[in-house]
């Protein structure tokens, strides 16, 4: 994910997130159809929880200055996953406990607009990344086709 597109690490950043939020906004007119006023709020804010946590993960991986450096690469996508995975945690848990009307089968709605809004991120992600001549999934598959030929050379 330290890979950057062909339109820039800004452009990565930003679409992710709009991605994510037009998600979150897609479930919450769902519920608007079908649901209560709580219900589209509980909608909102599960989507909501995804865009925060993928924030400071984009942020950490395409546009912190000293993250670009080819030496920072690892450290900064495990702060972005670690990073990412508390701040999940720490507003699934303060959710829960602060707001009664997401503990019974509101629940389902708060993760279902999660789970939504992670799923088009992804999909929009893969979809970037894999379009992109210069992303970090092609030099590893022709490494691994370089070396069935070097190995026929050695025996």
């Known amino acids: 994910m330290t890979g950057t597109n062909s339109q820039g690490p800004k452009q990565l950043f ?3 997130l709009r991605a994510q939020a037009v998600a979150t906004f897609i479930i919450a007119i769902g ?3 079908f649901g209560s006023s709580e219900q589209i709020l ?10 925060i946590a993928y924030a400071w993960a984009g942020y950490q991986l395409w546009m912190h200055p000293k993250n670009r450096l080819a030496q920072r690469h690892a450290s900064a996508a495990v702060r972005a996953e670690v ?14 406990k ?11 709605i708060l993760f279902a607009a999660f789970f939504f809004a992670q ?3 992804w999909i929009w992600l893969a ?8 992303s970090e ?6 490494a691994a086709t370089s070396q069935p030929s070097e190995r026929s050379d050695t025996e």
């Open 14 to 16: 930003w679409g992710l």
């Open 31 to 33: 519920m608007a159809v």
């Open 42 to 51: 509980i909608a909102l804010w599960g989507g909501s929880i995804s865009v």
């Open 83 to 96: 990073g990412k995975i508390v701040i999940l945690l720490l507003l699934f848990w303060l959710t829960l």
């Open 98 to 108: 602060e707001w009664p009307a997401t503990r019974d089968s509101n629940a389902l």
């Open 119 to 121: 799923l088009v991120g």
């Open 127 to 134: 979809q970037r990344l894999a379009s992109d001549p210069q």
């Open 137 to 142: 999934a092609q030099p590893q598959s022709n």
